[in-house]
């Protein structure tokens, strides 16, 4: 079971929005954090947005109100709505989860998912 996988990545005009989708598998638990991290070519990873379990969020000041993270604790998803996006923002944006899985329930973790492509172009 593939622990992380992410959803929504396309291709916006600038201007445009996009609405981003992490799942977590059931078989991680007690998650402390959810986040949210992109990588354009050339330059390193960086965060992007994140969530943690006491309810505290942190976003780059480059994304600050044009995303919003949110997240449905029943379904072990995160969201990222993206809007007003620029050229800049085009990136593979990768979902990470910390938590412990089932079969290694005294482990603290960071999950990445696959990456989903998010191209902002005219």
């Known amino acids: 079971q593939v622990p992380v996988v992410e959803s929504g990545g396309g291709s916006v005009q600038p201007g445009g929005s996009l609405r981003l989708s992490c799942a977590a598998s059931?078989?991680?638990?007690?998650?402390?954090?959810m986040a949210w991290y992109r990588q354009a070519p050339g330059k390193q990873r960086e965060l992007v947005a994140a969530?943690?379990?006491?309810?505290?969020?942190d976003q780059a000041d480059s994304v600050k109100g044009r995303f919003t993270v949110s997240r449905d604790i029943a379904k072990n998803t995160m969201y990222l709505q993206m809007s007003s996006l620029k050229p800049e923002d085009t990136a593979v944006y990768y979902c990470?989860?910390?938590?412990?899985?089932?079969?290694?329930?005294?482990?603290?973790?960071?999950?990445w998912g696959q990456g989903t492509q998010v191209t902002v172009a005219s």
């Open positions: 969530m943690y379990s006491g309810g505290a969020t």
């Open positions: 059931t078989s991680i638990f007690s998650i402390n954090a």
């Open positions: 990470k989860v910390t938590g412990r899985r089932y079969f290694s329930p005294g482990v603290v973790a960071d999950y």
